[in-house]
């Protein structure tokens, strides 16, 4: 039996409000999945304000879903507990500063030193921006005191994924070894990544430090580090790697 006109145009009715992959249907689905996603943000980021004014254990989950303008059961719906929160506020924004890094283009007309200053000082400013220092202190003291849990793990991919972004920057340089042979970008990263660490560890501990001061510090130990490790005339005049096409 053949579909009439309006059997078909049921049909393409039915078909607009076919069921989307996020299990809402069709443009009422979408509209309500933007939604949730604006309040799980806004949820997110009056936690964090909040985390920043009171800290982290002082800050009951009511506490921020009334800051949001929700109920207590949809932040914890949304989060499970704060800790979810904190891998939320970590994580994405950590994605976030790696998607809109500006470091990326190797330069070859300044020292390699001013180099990888500009890389862990935006490395700084963007960590900053994403949580306030009172913020790092609780995370970081929680994911030692716990390494298995969900939060430890978060930090091990952002560290993971830090190092990946650091590597990519180094491996387009010719990274030329006192003795000529050229390093090997991974391990060069780790060297500098691991005292970029310790040097912010320290930062956020001190409540009066600023940025200038800890991005002083961290020249003063890169700076040696550099010369160890790099000939003089690479320091001076970084050259990137040459292509295929370059070395033909």
Same mark, same amino acid.
């Given at each position: ?9 049921g049909?393409?009715?039915s078909?607009a409000?076919?069921i989307?992959p996020?299990?809402?249907?069709? $443009?009422?689905g979408?509209?309500?999945s933007r939604?949730? #996603?604006?309040?799980?943000e806004?949820i997110r +980021?009056h936690?964090?304000? &909040?985390?920043?004014e009171r800290?982290v254990?002082a800050?009951?989950?009511a506490e921020i879903a ?6 207590t059961?949809?932040v914890?719906n949304?989060?499970g507990?704060?800790d979810g929160?904190l ?6 924004g950590?994605?976030?500063a790696r998607e809109?890094s500006?470091v ?13 200053m500009?890389v862990?000082?935006?490395i700084?400013?963007e ?5 306030s ?5 609780y995370?970081n003291? $929680?994911?030692m005191?716990?390494?298995t849990?969900g939060? #430890?793990m ?5 560290d +993971?994924a830090l190092?990946? &972004?650091?590597t990519?920057?180094?491996s387009r340089?010719?990274l030329?070894?006192h003795?000529?042979?050229?390093g ?5 990263a ?7 660490t310790q040097t912010f ?6 409540a009066g ?7 002083a510090?961290?020249e003063?130990r890169?700076a040696?580090?550099c010369d160890m490790?790099?000939?003089p005339?690479?320091l001076?005049?970084?050259a990137?790697v040459?292509?295929p096409?370059?070395q033909?």
């Amino acid at each position: 039996m053949k579909d009439t006109r309006a059997q078909r145009q049921g049909m393409a009715a039915s078909d607009a409000t076919a069921i989307s992959p996020d299990g809402e249907h069709g $443009a009422e689905g979408s509209l309500r999945s933007r939604k949730k #996603a604006r309040r799980r943000e806004e949820i997110r +980021d009056h936690a964090r304000r &909040l985390f920043g004014e009171r800290g982290v254990d002082a800050t009951a989950m009511a506490e921020i879903a009334e800051a949001a303008g929700v109920s207590t059961p949809t932040v914890f719906n949304y989060f499970g507990n704060k800790d979810g929160i904190l891998i939320a506020i970590i994580a994405e924004g950590a994605q976030k500063a790696r998607e809109t890094s500006n470091v990326l283009e190797p330069r070859t007309d300044v020292t390699f030193l001013e180099t990888v200053m500009t890389v862990f000082t935006d490395i700084s400013v963007e960590t900053m921006n994403i949580a306030s220092k009172r913020i790092w202190r609780y995370a970081n003291a $929680a994911a030692m005191r716990h390494p298995t849990t969900g939060l #430890a793990m978060s930090f091990r991919q952002v560290d +993971d994924a830090l190092l990946d &972004l650091i590597t990519v920057i180094l491996s387009r340089y010719d990274l030329t070894l006192h003795s000529g042979a050229t390093g090997d970008p991974r391990a060069i990263a780790h060297l500098f990544y691991d005292v970029w660490t310790q040097t912010f560890h320290g930062f956020i501990r001190d409540a009066g430090m600023t940025v200038d001061a800890h991005c002083a510090e961290l020249e003063a130990r890169f700076a040696p580090l550099c010369d160890m490790i790099f000939s003089p005339g690479f320091l001076a005049r970084p050259a990137l790697v040459r292509s295929p096409n370059e070395q033909g």
